[in-house]
């Protein structure tokens, strides 16, 4: 039936901010940038991947109501609007020092989890930007299974 | 670009950003409250009234998920856990996480199952309300 997911939006402040940050600092490339005179559609993406892209859009009157576009972009600020993305790289510690020594804001630095290595960051606004280096899970042992059969409840 | 309220909130964001970074680190109140810009006790305020609750306790919580974390996903000991995520004793490390999670530290470990989606929704998800 779906055959994917071409776009998702991202709420933000300054929709040029926003190009700079995403464009200019971590390498995503404009996928559309047209301005309809009563919105400018803005959608960036991955070089490697250009038909997985992102809208960034502003929340505003008309689109919603002015006082609920003000909660949301209070929300942005405060963290609460969810994973912007999570981005996968090839190597989670370079992509961090490369953007590190950019000055982006970083609010975890590479750690290994049992998925991958991953760090994450904030654009300008507060979205929360994650990547990961995928890598194999661990693999559950023999330790682990008699551990948890002797612990369950009889 | 931002209003003053949103201007705020991204300070007390990026304050709350170090807790959730350095947590290991011992808390140093006024060090987190300049990186909002603000006096400590104007820093303590708003904080909790933005997040629900004051720096201290988000971050015993921050510090006792991460515990957690490494109690169901890797063998090192509690000992090494409790020193990994802050504490500089084990008695304060478990009566804090007895007292929040409701059970020891090893009992928790007992009954941990690896979970496999990404760290950052199980942190944010599971992270203790309350001390009990």
Redesign the interface.
């Known amino acids: 039936m779906f055959t994917g997911i071409s776009i998702h939006s991202v709420y933000v402040h300054d929709q040029q901010q926003a190009l700079d940050f995403y464009v200019g600092t971590l390498g995503f490339e404009v996928s559309a940038d047209v301005d309809m005179g009563f919105m400018r559609w803005l959608t960036v993406a991955v070089p490697a991947q250009p038909d997985r892209q992102i809208l960034l859009e502003v929340p505003a009157a008309p689109m919603m109501p002015e006082a609920t576009a003000a909660t949301l972009r209070e929300l942005v600020t405060q963290g609460a609007m969810g994973v912007a993305a999570i981005l996968t790289t090839d190597d989670c510690r370079a992509t961090y020092a490369a953007l590190r020594a950019k000055g982006v804001e970083f609010i975890e630095e590479p750690t290994e989890q049992p998925y991958g290595i991953d760090c994450a960051l904030r654009d300008p606004f507060g979205n929360h930007i994650r990547i990961t280096q995928p890598m194999a899970m661990t693999e559950v042992t023999q330790d682990d299974l008699d551990r948890w059969a002797a612990a369950r409840p009889q | 670009?931002?209003?003053s309220?949103?201007?705020e909130?991204?300070r007390?964001?990026?304050a709350?950003?170090a807790l959730?970074?350095d947590f290991a680190q011992p808390l140093d109140v006024p060090a987190v409250a300049a990186l909002a810009y603000m006096s400590p006790a104007h820093f303590i305020r708003r904080f909790s009234r933005?997040?629900g609750e004051p720096p201290h306790r988000y971050l015993q919580r921050r510090r006792i998920e991460r515990a957690c974390a490494m109690l169901r996903?890797t063998r090192v000991t509690v000992t090494e856990v409790c020193f990994a995520v802050g504490f500089n004793s084990l008695g304060t490390f478990s009566r804090t996480f007895t007292a929040i999670i409701g059970r020891s530290p090893s009992q928790y470990r007992?009954?941990a199952?690896?979970q496999?989606v990404?760290?950052?929704f199980t942190r944010a998800w599971s992270r203790p309300s309350s001390f009990g």
């Open positions: 670009m931002f209003t309220t949103e201007e909130n991204r007390l964001l990026r709350r950003d959730d970074r933005l997040f996903d007992q009954d199952v690896p496999p990404p760290g950052c």
